[in-house]
């Protein structure tokens, strides 16, 4: 198990209760930008997470008027500083640290449980590419996305070009990314990339955490199996997508849940199902 330390992180808070995981952007003072640390606390949360299996699904939510105003601004200034030098080394460089930075959100979508993104106010930038790669998201009424990258001089680089345009229409992805202007509540539900508006936070995290809970009642091996496969589908053809459902399929047919989710059905109760196992003790990363 990893020996990450949950009280000791600088940039969320996390807790644990009923089977759902709660991860909040822990800095409303700084609009939740996102510092370089939070770039490692973020994956290494999630991981721990789902080693831990205490959890079947995770909630992110934020702290304060704004979700995430994106990159801290002073990373920039200090790339300016450090990115010097040979150009095809610089270059190597700066390759390895955007593919770091991608794979700090690639972990919401390998995690085994889903991912629900509770959001208010401003969701800019990086956050808009953090949320993308999140199973569903929720927002309030004031909540605005922002491809900001692109009005301060660079491409988007950490994912929302890559996912946006399998969650909303390309003409769309196209004009938020050519133009950087802001996406409202309104038109975010009505494209579908927000599965619900809520008129405030509070509204906002009770609609969430039912949702959550709803999640985690059910078997989480049937549910981690929903995600894999819809993971994989959007990336394969239907035909190999079919052909690794059945597969999956012969391993992981879950004869015991079912008999249980029949059995608490019938005596009307909750089921009880046992969780995903941790992993082999000592083979984790650090
Ligand atoms: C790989 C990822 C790439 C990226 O994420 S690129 C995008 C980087 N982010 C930005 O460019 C954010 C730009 N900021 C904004 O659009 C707005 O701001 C907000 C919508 C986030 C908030 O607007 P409002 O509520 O009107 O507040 P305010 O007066 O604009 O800002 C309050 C203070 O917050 C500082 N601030 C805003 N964003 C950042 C940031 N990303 N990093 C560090 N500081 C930030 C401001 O400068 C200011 O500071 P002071 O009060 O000292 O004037």
Avoid at 3 to 8: A, I, K, P, V
Avoid at 53 to 62: G, K, L, T, Y
Avoid at 72 to 101: C, H, I, N, W
Wanted: glycine share 6%.
């Amino acid at each position: 198990m990893s020996d990450l330390d949950f009280s000791t992180l600088e940039t969320l808070s996390v807790t644990i209760d009923q089977h759902i995981a709660h991860i909040q952007l822990s800095r409303p003072e700084a609009l939740n930008s996102m510092i370089p640390i939070f770039w490692h606390e973020l994956p290494a949360t999630v991981r721990k997470i789902d080693e831990q299996s205490a959890a079947r699904v995770i909630v992110i939510s934020s702290q304060g008027k704004h979700f995430s105003a994106g990159m801290d601004l002073s990373v920039f200034t200090q790339m300016g500083k450090d990115f010097v030098g040979e150009p095809a080394r610089r270059g190597e460089r700066m390759r390895r640290m955007v593919l770091e930075l991608q794979d700090s959100f690639n972990a919401l979508e390998s995690v085994r449980m889903p991912v629900l993104v509770a959001m208010q106010g401003g969701v800019i930038g990086g956050a808009v590419d953090m949320v993308c790669a999140a199973d569903s998201r929720y927002c309030t009424a004031d909540t605005f996305f922002t491809i900001k990258e692109t009005e301060i001089g660079m491409t988007a680089d950490v994912g929302t070009l890559q996912r946006l345009p399998h969650l909303i229409p390309q003409g769309l992805v196209r004009e938020l990314a050519y133009t950087g202007r802001n996406m409202g509540a309104v038109e975010a539900k009505e494209c579908g990339f927000v599965n619900q508006v809520f008129a405030d936070q509070q509204s906002l995290l009770e609609g969430v955490m039912k949702i959550a809970a709803k999640i985690a009642s059910h078997s989480p091996l049937a549910v981690t199996g929903c995600k894999e496969m819809i993971n994989y589908t959007r990336d394969h053809t239907v035909a190999d997508a079919l052909n690794y459902m059945a597969v999956w399929q012969t391993g992981m047919f879950q004869m015991p849940d079912i008999q249980e989710a029949m059995s608490a059905a019938k005596e009307q109760r909750k089921p009880v199902y046992e969780e995903l196992h941790n992993k082999i003790s000592g083979m984790q990363r650090k």
